[in-house]
């Protein structure tokens, strides 16, 4: 019965959920002190609009299960919220200050994103070709994600 859900496919979407719920608090008081000014209700509809964006792709790849455009959509989605979770872990280290979403970025987003492509290659749910497509959008997408920080870019004010 599970195996005709193709359940793999949630995990993208239940991941960013879980990680945004972290994040959403302090997010934009952080991103504005290091990025650029970035309100909490412009964070939280660019959230929103992705989680919609993921709960439609992993809806549509668990309901194909195997190659096709749904489940390539999907794979650069979980890729991109492994990016995103390093991204985390770098900010962290760098700005030494807690970045918002370390915590689910460490220990949901990367295992998550690792079981994920894991799961996807021993199943063979994508070919070669779509793994490849997969990886370059997902690496797209966590690319534009971060630079969408640096929009209206201030004067970044450092804490010393």
């Known amino acids: 019965m599970f195996q005709d859900l193709h359940l793999i496919f949630w995990l993208p979407y239940v991941v960013l959920t879980i990680h945004t719920i972290e994040e959403l608090p302090g ?6 002190r290091y990025f650029a000014p970035m309100t909490t209700y412009k964070h939280a509809m660019t959230q929103g609009l992705m ?37 985390h872990v770098i900010t962290t280290i760098v700005f030494k200050e807690y970045s918002p979403g370390l915590l ?19 199943e063979n749910r994508l070919t070669s070709i779509e793994l490849t497509i ?9 690319t534009a994600a971060i630079a969408t920080l640096f929009l209206n870019k201030k004067k970044v004010i450092k804490r010393g």
């Not at 989680?51 to 792709?57: G, H, M, P, T």
């Not at 689910?104 to 021993?122: Q, W, Y």
Request: hydrophobic letters at 65%; glycine letters at 8%.
């Open 51 to 87: 989680i919609l964006l993921v709960l439609l792709a992993s809806y549509k790849a668990s309901s194909v299960g195997y190659h096709g455009g749904w489940v390539v959509l999907t794979a650069a989605f979980q890729l991109h919220i492994g990016l995103n979770a390093i991204f």
């Open 104 to 122: 689910t970025a460490i220990t949901i987003s990367i295992p998550a994103t690792l079981f994920f492509f894991f799961r996807v290659n021993i």
């Open 134 to 142: 997969a990886l370059f959008l997902g690496t797209v997408i966590a």
């Open 27 to 32: 997010f934009s008081a952080w991103a504005t």
